[in-house]
């Protein structure tokens, strides 16, 4: 049974969701939740390590956004379960489609997740897009992993 959105908050505090700190820590704040979605709002700082010369974000940042709001929706559901998410990695996406070529500064992006597959051995796909004012300006479906053991996985990642 699907869960409808929950709208009504307040979500706990982004930084208590996700690890990202300091100026990799991308999205604002959760804006709604169910069980296969999360809806997450971020702002485009003019003065941001990614700010071009006119403060904007490049679209390409976007994937990182996406990825941001694939990892706070399995961390609040597992939060929600008493259990803490196992990290995971972005494995990838066929196809990244940015509408523009980066997000204005100042914009106020809507980052949405909607997951497609999980499975027991810790493979998902998510559908994601960011909008502006209800304007769809990049949509990809990521692909995602998490390992039953992380730091196996990692270990055995950079040794091969």
Same mark, same amino acid.
């Given at each position: *049974?699907? *869960? &409808?959105? #929950?709208? /009504?908050? &307040?979500?706990? &505090?982004? #930084?208590?969701? !996700?690890?990202?700190?300091?100026? *990799? !820590? =991308? =999205? #604002? /704040?959760?804006?709604? =939740? /169910? #069980?296969? /979605?999360l809806r997450a709002h971020a702002t485009v700082h003019g003065d941001a390590w990614y700010a071009d010369a006119k403060g904007a974000m490049p679209a390409w940042i976007g994937i990182e956004l996406m990825a941001q709001a694939i990892a706070a929706h399995v961390a609040l559901i597992a939060m929600r379960k008493g259990e803490q998410a196992r990290p995971g990695v972005l494995l990838g996406s066929r196809s990244y489609e940015a509408l523009r070529p980066s997000f204005a500064r100042g914009s106020r992006l809507v980052v949405s997740a909607t997951e497609l597959l999980r499975s027991e051995a810790g493979h998902g796909a998510y559908e994601c897009?960011?909008?502006i004012d209800d304007v769809c300006c990049a949509q990809a479906v990521v692909k995602v992993f998490q390992p039953t053991d992380f730091r196996s996985f990692i270990e055995g990642s950079v040794s091969s």
């Open positions: *049974m699907t *869960m &409808p959105f #929950d709208t /009504s908050g &307040p979500f706990p &505090p982004i #930084d208590t969701i !996700l690890p990202h700190r300091g100026t *990799m !820590l =991308l =999205l #604002d /704040s959760i804006v709604a =939740l /169910s #069980d296969e /979605s897009a960011i909008a």
